[in-house]
Every structure is written in C-alpha cells, then in structure tokens.
C-alpha cells in the first residue's frame, strides 16, 4: 500500500502546534487551487462551463474566496450559507440555490441575492410564486427513479426525498411558462462519493435526452444542465482519482450525441462539486492523549467525533498518518478513539499503525469536507479550529476555536417566564 503524502513536515506541524494547539483542521491552499484548475480546465470545451462549490463541505470564506478566484460560483443550501456568500461579495448567477424542504424566508434571501433557484419539488413553484414570486431563471432538479442505482450514501434514487419525477418535470416547467418565467435549467444529482468516471457520463445521458425531450414538447430552451455533485475521493491509499479529464470527455461525447445530435443550441454545464473540490486538501491534525490496553488496544486522541463524525456515521474510513514515525519497523492494531460518552466515537477500528505513545501527532486524512463542517457540541465539545496552509508556506487561522463562552452564548442562566399559555 502506498501511504498517502502530507503537505508538511513533521517539523511544520510542531511549529503550528506551539501556536495554534490541537486538534485543528488545516487546508493546503495550493492542493485546492491547482485541482480548482485542473477542473476548469477539464471542462474547456464547454463554453459558459460553471463549478459551484457545494459550501456544505466546509463553509469557509477564506476557501471560498481561493475557489471564486478560479471562476467557481457557489452552491448553498440553507440561508446562513446564502449569507456567507452575501458577505463575500457573491451575487446573482454565481450562486445556486439547491435546497429541499425550503422555507419561504430562505427562497426571498436568495431571490435578494440574485441566486439561481433550483426547485426541488413540484410544489415549490406555486409556494415560491405565492410567498416571494417568481424569478426569472428557474431550475428544477430531477429524480431519475430507478434508472439509476445510487449508492449507500445517497441512498437509492427512488427512495430519496429529492426531486421532481419524469412527468413531474414535464408538468412543473409546463407551469413554470404559463407563470411567465423565461429562462430554464435543469439538475440532477444522484451520487455520492462516486469514483467511477463513465457514471457521470452515463447521468448526463440520462439528463440530455430529457432535455431533447422536454424541449421538444413544451418548446423551450434550456440555459443550462447542472449534473450536480458526488464526484468522489479515494480516501483508501488503494482507491484511484476520479479520472476529470476521462469524466469530461464521456460527457462532452454525450453533449454532442443528444444536446447538439437533437439540434438544440449550446447548454452550459455546471457541476455542485464539494467533496473532491476540498476533501483531500484538509486534515485533522490531532494528538495522541492515551494508550489503553484492555480487551483491545486503544489510541485514545486529543480530537473526536465532534471533530470528523464520518467514521462514526458511515463507517468511512479516513486514512490516518503518523509523521516522523513512516518508516517505523513496530506495527500495532488500535482502535483509534475519541472521547465522547459513545462508542462509535473511533476514527479507525483495527488500523494498523506504527507503535504509538502518548504526545504523537497524528494527522487524519480527506477531511477537508464534511469534516470541521459536520461538527457538533455534544458532550461539551467545543468546536475547533480552522487553519490554512497558504501557497508561500505561511499559516493563517481561518476560524477561531470555539471558547466556553460560545459554548454557553445562548444560554441564560437568570431566565424568567416571559408569559403564560
Ligand atoms: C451535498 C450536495 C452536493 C455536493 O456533493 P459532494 O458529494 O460534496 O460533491 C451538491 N449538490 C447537492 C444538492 C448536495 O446536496
């Protein structure tokens, strides 16, 4: 097996750990960008091509602002995550708003915003028309049924909660122009964590011919197709990349079969990409607190679950490095824990490592999305710090660690009753 590279030295993060103390997550701005690139650069081909990072995997200005600089837009999902896009300057057509289950207030702040609505559900065109209006520009999200498979994460299509049905769509964007909207897109996103790169071609397929479709019978033109998210990561050292350049090209030969083959006109593509965007550029930087030995051999570390709840929620397997200690001939089998009162709080179960003592640094792979992001208080934990690796080698803290005081700022210990029901 290979072992996966770090960024930095051993000696690097001492350094980082004498200012900013463990547990952390820290970002390799130069991995973001050059992959950022390497995306953009993938889809050339398509003129008016758009990535929107998914925020969700680690809504951080600084990193969104790295990402805005390499052409991406943003994907949000809640109305703090419009207002973090807010804050940073995004308006208009660089923000898609993908959500379910909406609230009126969070459709009227990205409508503000001048956000690209996409509607997860056929009932939202009249609640959005009766609460806010309607826009412009409207996308719909498709859910392709039992034509496609899914997967654990996901779930499968026919069982999750997003999207609109084939008739559906037809009937939705049928109501969408008797409303007097002008402009139309389309979504779809039906993976998670998917490695496979002719999976994407195979949905863009799928999406295409139902814009010949659609186009046809309800004689409209569609702007653009947004095939969503869930390009995955190789978090085992034995997984391979997704393959961009080999993605792009199974969907570019599909864009020519059933976009331009059916003589409709140029759509732009746009991908909500969160996972592999930022993913492999985190890491959880930890330290060992304690060896247990009892019917099992425990590593007992200085982060949890609160940290990086994945393991703990589907049994993921992150990668774990011990730097200064690769070369290590002393092999052990630990679960490596965290100390919240449960016990799924492990980060690994039976990984072998190099012999561990306490005050080793220990630095967890791939969790640069849905890592800091899916953080939590239970227990009493406070949330940690964010820190980012800058090009030049510099570190900068992007996000404070939490405090006691944040712990208890929305507790009042002198409450009285306000009124009587
Ligand atoms: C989570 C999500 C994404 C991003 O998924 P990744 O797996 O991070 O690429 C994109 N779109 C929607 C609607 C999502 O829910």
């Not at 012999?355 to 220990?362: A, E, F, S």
């Not at 969790?367 to 820190?387: I, T």
């Not at 090009?391 to 006691?404: H, K, L, N, P, Y």
Request: negative net charge; proline residues 5%; glycine residues 8%.
């Amino acid at each position: 097996m290979t072992e996966k590279k770090l960024p930095f030295t051993k000696e690097a993060l001492e350094k980082i750990i004498e200012k900013y103390p463990t547990p952390f997550h820290i970002y390799d701005e130069k991995g973001i960008k050059s992959y950022a690139k390497r995306f953009v650069k993938a889809f050339a081909w398509n003129k008016g091509f758009k990535e929107y990072y998914a925020i969700k995997a680690a809504p951080n200005p600084y990193l969104m602002k790295i990402l805005r600089n390499e052409g991406f837009g943003i994907d949000c999902s809640s109305i703090a995550e419009l207002e973090l896009a807010g804050r940073i300057g995004m308006r208009g057509e660089e923000i898609m708003f993908t959500s379910n289950d909406t609230p009126a207030e969070e459709f009227k702040k990205a409508i503000e915003l001048g956000a690209i609505i996409n509607l997860d559900d056929i009932a939202h065109i009249q609640y959005l028309d009766e609460k806010v209006g309607l826009p412009e520009l409207v996308c719909c999200r498709y859910n392709p049924g039992s034509l496609k498979e899914g997967n654990a994460i996901i779930g499968h299509p026919e069982e999750a909660k997003y999207g609109f049905t084939r008739s559906q769509l037809f009937e939705g964007y049928q109501l969408l122009i008797d409303k007097g909207v002008k402009r139309f897109g389309i979504h779809t996103m039906v993976a998670s964590n998917e490695l496979d790169p002719d999976y994407f071609a195979g949905t863009a397929q799928i999406l295409f011919e139902l814009i010949a479709d659609l186009s046809r019978k309800l004689n409209i033109t569609f702007e653009f197709a947004n095939l969503g998210g869930g390009i995955g990561i190789p978090y085992k050292p034995d997984q391979v990349e997704v393959d961009l350049e080999k993605m792009s090209e199974g969907i570019r030969v599909n864009y020519e079969k059933y976009i331009l083959g059916n003589g409709l006109k140029p759509i732009k593509l746009y991908f909500e990409s969160g996972r592999a965007i930022t993913g492999p550029f985190g890491y959880l930087v930890s330290k060992v607190l304690h060896i247990k030995n009892t019917y099992k051999k425990y590593a007992g570390l200085d982060a949890s679950m609160a940290n990086l709840m994945r393991p703990a929620l589907y049994g993921s397997y992150h990668h774990i490095s011990v730097p200064g200690k690769e070369d290590a001939s002393t092999k052990i089998m630990y679960d490596v824990t965290g100390s919240l009162c449960e016990n799924n709080d492990k980060f690994a179960i039976n990984r072998v490592l190099p012999k561990l003592v306490p005050g080793d640094i220990v630095v967890i792979h791939d969790a640069g999305a849905h890592g800091h992001s899916m953080g939590f208080n239970y227990n009493g934990k406070l949330r940690s710090a964010e820190l980012l690796l800058r090009e030049d080698g510099e570190v900068m803290q992007i996000r404070r660690a939490e405090t006691v005081e944040d712990y208890f700022a929305t507790l009042d210990f002198n409450a009285l009753p306000s009124f009587s029901v």
